[in-house]
């Protein structure tokens, strides 16, 4: 397996620009997870998905973010508009099972200008 | 507010010596703990886990300690080696909702 895939893996963007982050997870895994990295904060959970439905967002910064989970192959995490502050590196995780191993990818690096 | 704190952003170890990292938690109902390991320009990945009915898991050369009545683990390497070189992050859950609060991390780099 190819493991979780991101793209991009950088995005360099204004403020004020919309940003779309994208995840495909694990064939077979039920569970994804966005994630965000900060040098203060560690990693931080932003919201999770069970078989494509939005199950936990208490996580999720502000309303200038958004998640979506179309489908069991693919999820989206947008941030419109950007700001500075949301420079981070966001990673999606998926699993098979809530409290089986999370298997992360290897993120995108976002710099808001 | 963060749950899980891992003080100490760096440590720098001797190769063939011992690396120690420590974790603390302010949450008595997390039950279950893992530390993950990452890579420059790559995701976490799962290193080692321990139940809270436990109070030590060894894998090899990676031993986690848990002491519950003071809300501290550590993780041990033992000997370290240079690809031990990486960001180490404690992290820990609650088995009702079973949501992965981490710390910030401790870069560990380990010298020849």
């Known amino acids: 397996d190819a493991g979780v895939i991101q793209s991009p893996r950088h995005e360099v963007t204004e403020m004020g620009q919309e940003v779309t982050l994208r995840c495909k997870p694990i064939s077979g895994h039920d569970y994804l997870f966005w994630y965000r990295q900060t040098m203060m904060r560690g990693l931080e959970l932003l919201i999770y998905f069970n078989n494509n439905v939005p199950i936990d967002d208490s996580g999720m910064p502000e309303d200038r973010f958004s998640a979506k989970m179309p489908n069991a192959s693919f999820s989206t995490l947008k941030i419109q508009p950007s700001e500075p502050r949301d420079s981070a590196v966001y990673f999606c995780?998926?699993?098979?099972?809530?409290?089986?191993?999370?298997?992360f990818g290897p993120g995108t690096r976002l710099l808001v200008l | 507010d963060q749950q899980v704190k891992q003080n100490s952003p760096s440590l720098s170890v001797q190769e063939g010596r011992i690396s120690i990292l420590n974790c603390d938690y302010t949450?008595?109902?997390?039950?279950?703990f893992l530390w993950y390991k990452k890579y420059p320009a790559e995701g976490p990945t799962f290193l080692i886990s321990?139940?809270?009915?436990?109070d030590k898991n060894e894998d090899g050369r990676f031993t986690v300690f848990l002491n519950k009545s003071a809300k501290h683990l550590s993780l041990h390497i033992v000997p370290s080696q240079p690809g031990d070189s990486a960001v180490y992050f404690c992290?820990?859950?609650?088995?009702?909702?079973?949501?992965?609060?981490f710390g910030a991390g401790t870069t560990v780099t380990v010298r020849a």
């Open positions: 321990i139940s809270s009915i436990k």
């Open positions: 995780a998926s699993s098979s099972d809530i409290q089986e191993t999370q298997y």
């Open positions: 949450n008595s109902m997390f039950d279950y």
């Open positions: 992290a820990a859950w609650r088995s009702n909702d079973y949501k992965l609060s």
